[in-house]
């Protein structure tokens, strides 16, 4: 009878599994107002999420709120990404929310998101087209607002730190519709005056007030320009498109001129070790080249040069030994032949064989005559061809073919009958 009854536990696991395998509430996109807001000692953040009619209990984990660039409060409306999922122990639904954006600026962090994607895969933020900031410029360029605390930060942060740069201020509006334009503007003519370094920012304010610097022409600007550049936009915390672009960013625009200039002192001290290793180098180079030295005089060719000499005496003398018998050994094989040839039968009897050639000339010359085909003719002998080939018999002849009959004073024609 019991057995169609199950426990708590059983219903709420079921629900949660429902819940979570549920492909429409793995991910949530909810907008509402914060309240109960508790930050947990371990980073976590507990909250309820309502509108006019409805809440829901939220919770956003430390490895999630450590992305937030703001703290959330209570009455904050805000934009939230997470999960819906069933808490065991209260069988009660809430959302784990992985991302929150403040209500009002979620069109702009959208827009922040695709323009960085866009540029991001053309290739604009890669390290390999960062320029490198000179470690110590004579001219700073400095785009940014002709008032307020940004320029006089750099102003007198360059001052303190290295005050043999000159800066160079190109005025521009920073903040309001018509400051991407007019940065852009600061930016090129900036980049025509020569400038070891340009920085280009503002200083802290709402993700609205920075925007211009998040706008696609501006980072296009920097991306072109040949001057390197340092971004130094807002607080440490605030990142905009400008800072990815740019060869160099800087958390602040006192960071900025930080990293534009050296500091004297470390200058100086850097000088002073330069000095101290210098010298320790040209003595160390004295004292292995003077060690050197010492060690070439005391080798035996400085101290009895007179070997070398002998040495190659003793080559010379050897070689010439040789020379004089290979001479020797050769005019003795010539003479020798010489001496052959003067006793060699052709010179002792030159008429006896030329007289044994003749004889065997005329010898040669009696066969030849005699296997002439010419002394057969003068005998009255006739030779008979076929189609220009001599022929010895009647074989293969047949009537009507052509002949032809030669004599010692002739040829004719005639025909088979």
């Avoid at 998040?214 to 915390?237: D, F, K, L, M, Q």
């Avoid at 040669?364 to 061809?385: A, F, N, V």
Wanted: hydrophobic fraction near 40%; include cysteine.
């Amino acid at each position: 009878m019991n057995d169609k009854y199950i426990t708590v536990t059983q219903l709420t696991r079921y629900i949660k599994y429902k819940i979570d395998n549920d492909v429409h509430l793995n991910e949530v996109f909810l907008k509402g107002e914060i309240s109960n807001f508790k930050a947990h000692s371990r980073g976590h953040f507990y909250f309820t999420l309502k509108d006019e009619n409805s809440r829901i209990n939220a919770i956003m984990f430390s490895s999630s709120t450590k992305k937030l660039k703001f703290i959330p409060e209570d009455g904050m409306k805000v934009l939230v990404t997470g999960k819906i999922s069933v808490f065991e122990s209260t069988g009660a639904y809430q959302i784990y929310v992985n991302d929150m954006v403040e209500d009002g600026v979620g069109n702009l962090y959208i827009a922040f998101e695709q323009l960085k994607k866009k540029l991001e895969e053309e290739g604009l933020f890669k390290e390999e087209h960062k320029k490198k900031i000179p470690k110590i410029p004579t001219r700073v360029g400095v785009v940014t607002a002709p008032t307020g605390a940004a320029i006089k930060d750099i102003i007198s942060t360059i001052k303190r730190r290295w005050p043999l740069t000159e800066i160079y201020l190109f005025p521009a509006l920073v903040q309001g519709e018509d400051a991407k334009e007019d940065i852009v503007r600061q930016i090129e003519r900036a980049d025509q005056f020569d400038l070891d370094t340009l920085i280009v920012g503002r200083g802290g304010g709402s993700i609205e007030d920075l925007w211009a610097f998040n706008e696609e022409i501006v980072a296009r600007a920097i991306y072109a320009c040949h001057t390197p550049v340092i971004s130094a936009v807002g607080h440490e915390i605030d990142f905009t498109i400008s800072d990815f672009v740019a060869d160099l960013r800087a958390p602040t625009p006192t960071g900025a001129a930080e990293m534009a200039v050296p500091q004297m002192s470390d200058v100086m001290d850097y000088l002073k070790q330069v000095k101290i290793r210098g010298t320790q180098t040209v003595v160390n180079l004295w004292k292995r080249r003077s060690q050197e030295l010492k060690s070439i005089e005391k080798r035996n060719i400085f101290q009895n040069p007179m070997v070398i000499y002998q040495a190659k005496e003793m080559i010379f003398d050897s070689l010439f030994e040789k020379l004089k018998f290979q001479m020797i050994h050769l005019t003795g094989n010539k003479e020798k032949e010489l001496l052959r040839l003067k006793n060699s039968y052709v010179l002792q009897k030159p008429y006896q064989i030329l007289d044994k050639k003749s004889n065997k000339y005329l010898q040669l010359l009696s066969k030849l005559e005699t296997l002439s085909p010419l002394l057969t003719l003068q005998r009255g002998y006739t030779i008979t061809k076929f189609n220009q080939k001599v022929i010895s018999s009647t074989k293969g002849l047949k009537k009507g073919d052509s002949l032809e009959i030669e004599f010692q004073d002739g040829s004719i024609q005639t025909e088979v009958l």
